[in-house]
């Protein structure tokens, strides 16, 4: 199975731009199905987007036409740009691997029976 690790985070002001980096190792990255999820307290584990190994792709309606995601796989690696940042973006965003796309986790993001998980990283946007 694979370890991932997530980088990127930070603050950014209403309308910025931030891109997220999930860097893979320890699998097959390219035949990997990958997912973008993020949480807030209170809040259920939202599906933000993901990538089927064969290149099919979805967004969440809350960030659909903002946010990008891609795939390098020379470099192991998924990217999350996200662009026309909201005060309602400021969340912890997770990669994952292994999951089932388009379909969300739950009410916890990582949850270990979904897929393989990295360790989170904060955006706040304000």
């Known amino acids: 199975h694979v370890q991932l690790v997530e980088s990127g985070g930070g603050s950014v002001q209403t309308g910025g731009s931030v891109r997220l980096s999930c860097t893979a190792s320890?699998?097959?990255?390219?035949?990997?199905?990958m997912g973008w999820y993020r949480q807030t307290p209170g809040n259920e584990c939202e599906l933000v987007s993901s990538?089927?190994?064969?290149?099919?792709?979805f967004y969440g309606d809350s960030v659909k036409g903002r946010f990008t995601v891609s795939r390098d796989s020379a470099k192991n690696t998924v990217y999350l740009q996200m662009n026309n940042l909201k005060a309602e973006d400021t969340a912890v965003y997770y990669c994952?691997?292994?999951?089932?796309?388009?379909?969300?986790?739950?009410?916890?993001?990582?949850?270990?029976?979904?897929?393989?998980w990295g360790q989170g990283t904060q955006v706040t946007v304000s």
């Open positions: 990538m089927r190994s064969d290149g099919d792709i």
């Open positions: 320890g699998g097959r990255f390219d035949e990997t199905d």
């Open positions: 994952a691997a292994d999951v089932l796309p388009r379909v969300s986790p739950g009410r916890l993001c990582r949850d270990k029976s979904f897929g393989h």
